[in-house]
Nanobody, 121 residues
């Protein structure tokens, strides 16, 4: 059994910063790629940032230069540092990890429960 728990969301004024965390726990053998997604009301979920097992990163154009994603493999945790936030960043942010458990030879995707980020103008 694997669980992903996110934290760090909240309400912030435009121009402010937040740092999201997503920690995986359970019978984890290996973690591959990780990603942060967001879904705003009435919109489709979109990829905000991704990081590979070899630490290659990619970002949505809308957050480049403002958001930084990092991972701590020893803690099975991924972070999203969000700076210069604007109201368009308001959404539920969810993390996804591709994980191989101790009981399987296959990797599969696991999702966190989501955390609300609200940016006021």
């Amino acid at each position: 059994q694997v669980q992903l728990v996110e934290s760090g969301g909240g309400l912030v004024q435009a121009g402010g910063s937040l740092r999201l965390s997503c920690a995986a726990s359970g019978s984890i053998f290996s973690i591959g790629a990780m990603g942060w997604y967001r879904q705003a009301p009435g919109k489709q979920r979109e990829l905000v940032a991704g990081i590979s097992s070899s630490d290659n990163r990619n970002y949505a154009d809308s957050v480049k230069g403002r958001f930084t994603m990092s991972r701590d493999n020893a803690k099975n945790t991924v972070y999203l540092q969000m700076n210069s936030l604007n109201p368009e960043d308001t959404a539920v942010y969810s993390c996804k990890m591709t994980i191989r458990t101790s009981a399987s030879i296959w990797f599969r995707d696991y999702w966190g429960q989501g955390t609300q980020v609200t940016v006021s103008s």
